[in-house]
């Protein structure tokens, strides 16, 4: 049974910083492209960064490049987001999740094979 567990959600002040964490099990995470995503009330999910299955390509939705690091570890199974310079507007459920292709050729919510549960950012401003 395959899951991905977010942590790192918070409340935090406009300016400020966060990094998410997502832990993969029963899957060969290593062969997996990862994605975070990220969904604020009454709106559309919406691509945040991407990693490619062996980290060798990053990909960055408009609106945050620049301000958030996607990374991964695939010795511990996890997938990180660093969120530096928050804003308001970053205030939404995070989600993980996992590409079976590994090369993330699509950014797409429906294309993605796996997800987690989510983790809510606040930036208070």
């Known amino acids: 049974q395959v899951q991905l567990v977010e942590s790192g959600g918070a409340l935090v002040q406009a300016g400020g910083s966060l990094r998410l964490s997502c832990v993969a099990s029963?899957?060969?995470?290593?062969?997996?492209?990862m994605a975070w995503f990220r969904q604020a009330p009454g709106k559309e999910r919406e691509f945040v960064a991407g990693?490619?299955?062996?980290?060798?390509?990053?990909y960055y939705g408009d609106s945050v490049k620049g301000r958030f690091t996607i990374s991964r570890d695939n010795a511990k199974n996890t997938v990180y987001l660093q969120m530096n310079s928050l804003k308001p507007e970053d205030t939404a459920v995070y989600f993980c999740?996992?590409?079976?292709?590994?090369?993330?050729?699509?950014?797409?919510?429906?294309?993605?094979?796996?997800w987690g549960q989510g983790t809510q950012v606040t930036v208070s401003s």
């Open positions: 029963g899957l060969t995470f290593s062969t997996y492209g």
């Open positions: 999740a996992a590409d079976s292709s590994g090369y993330l050729n699509s950014w797409k919510a429906p294309d993605m094979d796996y």
């Open positions: 990693i490619r299955w062996n980290g060798a390509r990053t």
